[in-house]
């Protein structure tokens, strides 16, 4: 009995200072956000508590599932498409020789440092369509029917932007995963040389599945960085054509700032977190449930 009091005390010092943190710079900040988002306020002053009448308005607003939808594209897009990529970039580093292999690691952490304004400027120059080097290239063979306005049509717009977001951060998860990977012991290739398994026989059944936590860790990274996407929005199409590219906090940025209705702002704050949590519990509930040691 005395050893568990003594355990649970022990385990309560380390975690008080994580805890108090956590509270000070992620729950207490919250809470005048819920507080706001029963009120009729626009960011100056309270005129009034409204009720659930800002929740009531937010959720009946086809504007705010229209960039629901479009936030879950971009993380779709980011989760289906660019983990596996850099997956597969990772895996080609950790054959290279090492002089290839530096230049690898060099060139996947240059597009993460540059600044989100010459990353949104640098696409909007690639998506020109007069002399964007997509249309360019479409052009030259032949294809000038699939030469489109690429941040002007409504049905390429969000697909656009998820691209310009997912070559910034692809490199950087690769590097990610390369550094899972060489975590991983060297006597499971050796057996599997000796065996004479193949590269893809070794990736599928040694590589990736003793990659998991650094694959789950990414996914809650990838997603949870999806879903607060706003700044290549506001570089590349400031939320247009029309409200045809606004994400969530795209869309509670407009609403707060730009429409001067914070409570209603405040109310899709509530609802992202929400939002936000329910996919991290998605994600621990089914990603990588089972501890793997090696």
């Given amino acids: 009995m005395n050893k568990n009091y003594n355990s649970k005390l022990a385990i309560f010092i380390f975690a008080f200072p994580t ?11 919250i809470i005048p956000e819920l507080i706001i988002s029963f009120q009729n306020n626009d960011g100056f002053k309270n005129m009034g508590y409204v009720g659930f009448d ?10 705010f599932w229209k960039s629901n939808a479009n936030t ?13 990529i850099s997956l597969l970039l990772a895996l080609l580093m950790d054959r290279q020789v090492e002089g290839i292999r530096r230049f690898f690691k060099l060139s996947s952490v240059f597009p993460a440092v540059l600044s989100v304004t010459v990353i949104g400027q640098m696409w909007i120059a690639i998506y020109e369509p007069q ?39 692809i490199g950087l998860n690769a590097l990610l995963f390369y550094t899972g990977i060489k975590s991983i012991p060297k006597t499971y290739y050796e057996a599997a040389t000796i065996d004479g398994a193949s590269f893809l026989k070794t990736s599928i059944k040694i590589t990736i599945p003793l990659l998991q936590d650094v694959t789950k860790y990414l ?13 290549h929005v506001r570089i590349m199409t400031a939320g247009g054509p029309g409200d045809a590219s606004r994400t969530v906090i795209y869309q509670l940025y407009y609403t707060a700032f730009s429409a001067s209705d914070y409570g209603q702002g405040c109310a899709i704050a ?21 501890k793997i040691e090696f």
């Fill in 19 to 29: 805890l108090l943190l956590f509270t000070a710079f992620v729950v207490y900040p």
């Fill in 54 to 63: 800002n929740y009531r308005s937010v959720l009946t607003s086809a504007t």
């Fill in 72 to 84: 879950l594209i971009i993380v779709a897009i980011s989760t289906f498409v660019g983990l596996p």
């Fill in 131 to 169: 002399w964007g080097v997509i249309n360019s290239l479409l052009r030259s063979i032949g294809l000038d029917n699939l030469a489109l306005e690429w941040l002007s049509d409504k049905r390429t717009v969000v697909v656009a932007i998820a691209i310009a977001f997912l070559w910034q951060y």
């Fill in 219 to 231: 996914l809650v990274l990838s997603v949870l960085g999806c879903m607060s996407q706003f700044a």
């Fill in 270 to 290: 509530i609802l992202f977190v929400i939002e936000c949590l329910i996919l991290t519990l998605i994600i621990n509930k089914f990603v990588a449930r089972e």
